[in-house]
Every structure is written in C-alpha cells, then in structure tokens.
C-alpha cells in the first residue's frame, strides 16, 4: 500500500511540473535596450566543441570497459 501511494505522489508531481515550474524569458538581445539599427543575435554562444570531445573520449572508455568485461567472462567461462 505504501509503495502504491509513493508511486501515485511521484506520477501526479511529474504531471503537474510542467505547469507549476516556468523557464525564464530569454533578456533581449541588445541588453535591454532599444534596437539601435543592428541587433545582436540571442545564443550562440556556447562552445560546442570541447563538450563533444569529451563526451567521445568518456564513450569509447565505457564501451571499451564493456568489450573487456564480455572478452574476460568469455575466457574464465
């Protein structure tokens, strides 16, 4: 009985999140002033690149593992 009604808080919580918790609007692009003939764009500024390197790199070490495991279970078994 207990393990049904955490279940039930856990499922109404993740369908009324989406409606109770609001994001931010994004600030304007030029600071919050007027536009002044030329607006900057708004993102883009985010480095993309060392963030996908490093998602690589921590991919093949864990699939790496995982080929070892299977290799080592193959021999002992």
Do not use: W
């Amino acid at each position: 009985m207990k393990r049904n009604l955490i279940v039930t808080l856990i499922a109404a919580f993740l369908l009324i999140a989406p409606i109770i918790i609001v994001a931010q609007a994004p600030p304007h692009p030029n600071n919050g002033s007027a536009p002044s003939g030329t607006n900057t764009p708004v993102g883009a500024g985010a480095p993309v690149g060392n963030g996908i390197f490093i998602l690589l790199t921590l991919a093949s070490a864990y699939a790496g593992r995982k080929v070892y495991d299977v290799r080592c279970e193959k021999e002992v078994g």
